[in-house]
């Protein structure tokens, strides 16, 4: 029953806060960030009914709803040289995502939709989408191996991913060699970087612990091959309270313990003066979050650097906060046909260029890493071509992460906790040992085979 939900089907949440991709400003927009602001557009465009009439020819058109900047014109590219596999686009806004969930069940569903990695299995378990394993056998080498690990949920391929948020560390210059400390490379020298710092001024910290920001929580998780899921045979085994999500706590435990980390919510008022008045001197992050700092901290610029997040061993491995992919809908007649589109769309090289520099997207067709736009320099980091340290990053993330039924549930237990733990009323360790034992639950209701259930 892996596949099929019963009764108690918990349907899968929308990830939480700023992390979620559509609120998101694309890192390319680091280019324009100091000349023209403003987060990725939710407006709609073409018709006033946000659709986008560009499908030629007599051919019914595949219904394409996606959300990335520059998505109509890499449309009509398309039409132009394919009529025979017209498209017709429709820009998400909103609660877009809601409605295609319920579109599909009704059965009058889009062909092909954007959508966030993390809530593929869901949409696989309750039928949502169809696999195109036959269409791709040859196209995985196109692709870093952490996003097409994310387009997989057991033996088939049910999307192709079109982003991916690589993580490194964001780090103030000027203030660590202000006190002789070094970048570190290792969490050990991380952790003990976080003492010093602290101690040669107590109004300084390293990081900073913001307990509603999943996609950091994820991200170190990741980077320690760690996940909340796995798939063995026909069952879904839980993994929230594994060993490398228990490393991860047992070091934000001791860091958070010790006041070296300052809490505070990112994305708010507060956070943002503190990062400005130059308390917070780390920041590590996916490769879209760049620009908030040109954009919120214009001041600081010059100050900042970028490099590798640090490793338990100092190996070359970096997390990554999750993507987007496109996949095609269950309803759609012509699965050859969108498949087609969609592997243009993701792995053309004038394609990718364009999803770059115009959609801001982080790439995640290899093609992509050979374009300018990944090997320029920014005066706000020093000069910096801050784009190679995410591309190593992108190409030594581990493949280990499995996502899982109802995946933003487990996000929601997490942070609910995490808002606890801030204020001393638990422990990371017993937060995972709980959103473990709740995950369990919630799959058993459902009726979906669970390793040890």
């Known amino acids: 029953m892996m596949w099929t939900v019963g009764a108690g089907d918990n349907r899968a949440a929308n990830r939480p806060g700023p992390s979620a991709g559509l609120s998101r400003r694309s890192f390319a927009a680091l280019g324009t960030a100091l000349g023209a602001g403003g987060l990725l557009s939710a407006c709609s465009s073409g018709d006033e009914d946000g659709t986008s009439d560009t499908a030629g020819g007599s051919a019914q058109a595949l219904q394409f709803w996606g959300w990335v900047p520059g998505l109509e014109d890499l449309v009509e590219t398309w039409n132009a040289a394919n009529p025979d596999v017209p498209v017709e686009f429709h820009r998400m806004t909103g609660d877009d995502g809601k409605k295609v969930e319920a579109a599909v069940d009704a059965g009058a569903g889009p062909d092909i939709v954007q959508l966030s990695t993390h809530d593929l299995p869901d949409y696989v378990i309750n039928e949502r989408v169809q696999a195109i394993t036959e269409y791709v056998s040859d196209d995985e080498n196109l692709y870093t191996p952490a996003s097409w690990k994310s387009v997989i949920v057991g033996e088939d ?17 000027d203030i660590l060699q202000q006190h002789g400390i070094a970048v570190p490379t290792t969490y050990e020298e991380y952790e003990a970087a976080a003492a010093a710092l602290h101690a040669a001024d107590p109004n300084v910290y390293l990081a900073g612990f913001s307990p509603s920001e999943i996609g ?33 706590a047992a070091r934000w435990q001791r ?28 920041i590590t992050y996916a490769a879209w979050f760049p620009v908030q ?3 919120n901290c214009a001041d600081l610029s010059g100050k900042w650097k970028i490099a590798p ?17 496109n996949v095609v809908l269950a309803g759609a007649t012509d699965l050859e046909g969108a498949t087609k589109f969609l592997r243009w769309l993701n ?26 736009a990944l090997s320029e320099t920014f005066p706000y980091f020093g000069d910096q071509a801050i784009y190679d340290v995410y591309r190593d990053a ?27 733990v801030a204020t001393g009323g638990t422990t990371f360790a017993q937060v995972l040992t709980d959103a473990d034992a709740a995950a369990v639950a919630r799959l058993q209701k459902a009726g979906l085979d669970v390793v040890g259930g």
Do not use: C, H
């Open 293 to 295: 700092l040109i954009e």
């Open 157 to 173: 391929v049910y999307g192709l991913p079109q982003g991916s948020g690589p993580t490194a560390m964001m780090y103030r210059e």
């Open 347 to 372: 792995s053309d090289p004038e394609s990718v260029t364009k999803l770059i520099s115009v959609g801001g997207i982080f790439p995640t067709a290899k093609v992509g890493f050979d374009d300018p």
């Open 255 to 282: 860091l958070l313990d010790a006041d070296l980390v300052k809490v505070t919510q990112m994305w708010t008022p507060d956070y943002w003066a503190a990062v400005n008045a130059g308390q917070i001197a780390t």
């Open 216 to 248: 950091q929580w994820v991200q170190d998780v990741s980077q320690a091959g760690g996940s909340y899921f796995a798939i063995e045979g026909q069952a879904w085994d839980v993994v929230v309270d594994s060993p490398a999500s228990q490393e991860v």
């Open 394 to 420: 992108a190409e030594t993330a581990p493949t280990t992460w499995t996502d899982g039924p109802a995946n933003g549930q487990v996000d929601a237990d997490i942070t609910d906790g995490f808002g606890k």
């Open 309 to 325: 997040q640090p490793t338990s061993g100092g190996e070359a491995v970096a997390g990554d906060s999750g993507g987007a992919a």
